[in-house]
Each structure stands twice: as C-alpha cells, then as structure tokens.
C-alpha cells in the first residue's frame, strides 16, 4: 500500500512548499493538485471539455501561477463536473508506489480521505498575502484582497470546499520558517509511520 499524504489548505499558505519537502525527504511522488485546476482554467472553452482534454503541455503552461490563472482556476473550481473529470488522474496519481503528496483543497476530505497524513497548512490573511505578493512581485494590499476573495469562494462553494478533515493536523506556519515547516510536517510523517 503507498504511503499518502494529503495536504490542504487556504492559498499561499505553504502546502506546496511543503508537500514538495516531504516528497524529497521520503523520496515520494508529489502532485500540486492546484495545478490541473489552474490549467484547465487557463485553456478556456468548455471547462468540462478542457477538464478532460488536459494534457502535459497545459500542465507546462509558463502563466499558470499567476493571480490572474488563480483566480480562473477557483471559478472553475467550484464546477462539479470539472471536478470529477479530475479525479481518476489524481487517484492513479497517489497509487505510486512508495507513497505520493498531493496538495490542494479537498485530498484530505474528498480525494484521499484514507491518507495515512493529513496536514491543514494555515497562516494569517496578511502573511499569505505578504509572502505571495514577494513571490509574484505583486502588491500586497492587492494580493489579500484577491486571496480572500478566492479562499471565500473556495470555501462557500457546494462541492469539495474547502475545509480541514476531522482527521487532519493544523499546521500554522505564520510565524515559522520554512525550515521549521517543513521539520514539524517531517515530524508528524514520522510519528505516524512510527520512525
Ligand atoms: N514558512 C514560510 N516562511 C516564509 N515563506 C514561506 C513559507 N512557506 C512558504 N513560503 C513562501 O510563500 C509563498 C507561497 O508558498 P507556497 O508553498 O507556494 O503556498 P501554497 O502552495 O499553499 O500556495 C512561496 O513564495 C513560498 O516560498
Ligand atoms: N484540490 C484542489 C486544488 C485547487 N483547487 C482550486 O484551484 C485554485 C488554485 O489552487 P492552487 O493550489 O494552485 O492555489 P495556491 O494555494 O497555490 O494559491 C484554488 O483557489 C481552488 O479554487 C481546488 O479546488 N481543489
């Protein structure tokens, strides 16, 4: 059986950052679920047909983290057909053997409820949007606007929302490094594998 691990979280909180460590640690696959949303938004046309007609280089798109590809990927989001035509890529996806991350909105919950680690990545409004507006040489006042905007209506929407599993562990990295992150995430990977 792979080892999963599922992390969620609102946007720029650090679940890729994360998710990318922790398949380099434990030499697992990693998947940025966000990704296939961005991408599919990006296509235009149908969304539904775009959802199923994704191939690698839409996947390889250079405008694809963008706010603006963001915010295209949360309105399509919230489509449930768009979803589901999503969904047997990411299973196959975390079926690798030894084990696959996968980051997003609903792996803990929707995608992968039996992961064997679920991490709820979480920092302030500000700091998200601070670390975000760094990233894409943004401005910051502008960025959290956007980022709320998006978590609200990744949050509201009927399908997938936004939400921490039952089972999952909060992981606030407002006012840690991202060393320290990723060592707390290690840690709980070690816990639950019993290391
Ligand atoms: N703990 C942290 N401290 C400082 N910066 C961070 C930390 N975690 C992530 N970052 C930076 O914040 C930005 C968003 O992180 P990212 O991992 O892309 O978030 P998400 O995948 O949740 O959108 C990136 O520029 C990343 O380098
Ligand atoms: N598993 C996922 C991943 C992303 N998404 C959607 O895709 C958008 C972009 O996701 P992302 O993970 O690339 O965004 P960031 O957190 O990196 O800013 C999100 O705002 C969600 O609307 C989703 O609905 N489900």
Redesign the pocket.
Known sequence: MPFIIAIDGP??SG??TIARALADRFGFHHLD???L??ATGAKGGDPVAAAHSLNAEDLARPDLRSAEA?QA??RI?AIPDVREALVAFQHRFAAQDPGAVLD????GTVICPDAAVKLYVVASDEVRAARRAAELGADPQEMLAQLRE?DLR?SQRATAPLRPAEDAVVLDTSTLSIDDAVARAVAEVLRVRGD
Not at 104 to 107: F, L
């Open positions: 946007a720029a679940k890729g679920t966000g990704l949303y961005r963001g990927a949360s989001a997003g909105r609903d792996i998006r990744d």
